[in-house]
């Protein structure tokens, strides 16, 4: 079946401009998770959805980055006022309620210059 | 709150060769340790998981690893590399909360 996909594979913004990152996950997994990786690191948390509501956005850096998901299905990661440090490749997982094993997307590479 | 440290961010062995990726964690809680492959521009594969019982945990590829919470570790092997086996290891652990703590990773370089 399908993965999780993510859309667009790669972004290049400029400094100050807003972006939206999308993610589909797999179909009937319940959890969603979106992780940040910077270059020459392990994927950091930044929130997790169970269904429609954001079970733990401790994993955001700022105010600057909100998420949302109004299905329980897709899910839109937005980040205002982006910064050159907002690079990075972000990373979306989801899972079957109950489960803990993540299945990745290929992540969105996004620059901002 | 969980850590996770991967020792050596660059190991290299030769074709045929052991392969030994180091990962120590610390956790609150029982944790849950996972280790995932990331090929060049690619998400994360899912090698191989512990969550409870034996604690040889066998996964994809001929992969292995051994859950040893006396020493708080969960090292990462495969008797013979292939030069398939080329990427970046990134040993994780799930304790308190759903979320997972990934280690900065280890790349493993394969020589002919």
């Known amino acids: 079946g399908a993965g999780v996909s993510q859309t667009p594979s790669n972004k290049v913004t400029e400094k100050g401009k807003y972006v939206e990152l999308r993610c589909d996950p797999i179909?009937?997994?319940?959890?969603l998770y979106w992780y940040r990786q910077s270059l020459g690191q392990g994927p950091e948390f930044l929130i997790y959805f169970q269904g429609t509501g954001a079970a733990d956005d401790s994993g955001l850096p700022n105010d600057r980055f909100f998420a949302v998901r109004p299905e329980g299905s897709v899910s839109t990661l937005k980040i205002q006022r982006t910064e050159r440090g907002d690079s990075a490749v972000y990373l979306c997982a989801s899972s079957l309620a109950g489960e803990y094993e993540q299945y990745f997307g290929p992540g969105t590479r996004l620059t901002v210059t | 709150a969980q850590s996770v440290t991967q020792l050596g961010s660059h190991v290299s062995v030769s074709e045929g060769a052991l392969v030994l990726l180091r990962c120590n964690y610390s956790s609150s809680v029982p944790p849950y340790l996972f280790w995932y492959v990331q090929y060049p521009n690619q998400g994360l594969q899912l090698l191989l998981k512990?969550?409870?019982?034996?604690?040889l945990v066998k996964g994809i590829n001929g992969f292995e690893a051994e859950f040893k919470k006396s020493e708080t570790s969960f090292h990462l092997t495969k008797p013979s590399a292939h030069m398939s086996d080329a990427a970046e290891y990134f040993c994780?652990?799930?304790?308190?909360?759903?979320?997972?703590?990934f280690g900065g990773g280890t790349r493993l370089m394969v020589k002919p």
């Open positions: 994780a652990v799930k304790g308190a909360g759903n979320m997972l703590t």
């Open positions: 512990y969550t409870t019982g034996a604690t």
């Open positions: 179909s009937g997994h319940t959890a």
